[in-house]
């Protein structure tokens, strides 16, 4: 079972980044939750990423770039972004298609989103 873990000191406070191949142990679900030090927060900040791989490698890369990415635009933006993948896979649902290919979309329309490309390819959702 792959973990990767990192604690960060954000202006937001501590946020730790945890990524496992498995939920509570035992479950095949390859996982990123990212969750502010304080739990009374947890229910506004929390995170949680679903990957569709569970490759050692793969995992820790993508590890990394949520890492970079809570260090660059902070915890409450990561719940921003989870916020609009939502809201794109459910207009997704409507038109057809995937949130994915929504997205790539956008930016070829000018309007980037904040996570690359070769991270997006492995997000199966948010949460």
Do not use: C
């Not at 479950?27 to 009374?40: D, E, F, W």
């Not at 970079?68 to 057809?96: D, Y």
């Amino acid at each position: 079972m792959s973990t990767f873990f990192k604690a960060l000191d954000t202006s937001e406070g501590q946020v730790h980044v945890l990524t496992k191949t498995r939920w509570l142990g035992f479950v095949p679900l390859p996982h990123t939750s990212v969750t502010p030090r304080s739990a009374g927060d947890l229910k506004r900040l929390g995170t949680f990423i679903k990957w569709t791989s569970n490759d050692h490698a793969t995992l820790s890369t993508l590890h990394d770039a949520v890492v970079r990415l809570v260090e660059q635009i902070g915890i409450s933006g990561l719940v921003e972004i989870g916020n609009s993948v939502k809201m794109t896979a459910r207009v997704a649902k409507t038109l057809g298609g995937s949130w994915q290919d929504i997205i790539k979309q956008a930016a070829e329309d000018g309007a980037a989103f904040p996570v690359p490309h070769d991270v997006l390819q492995y997000i199966k959702g948010f949460m």
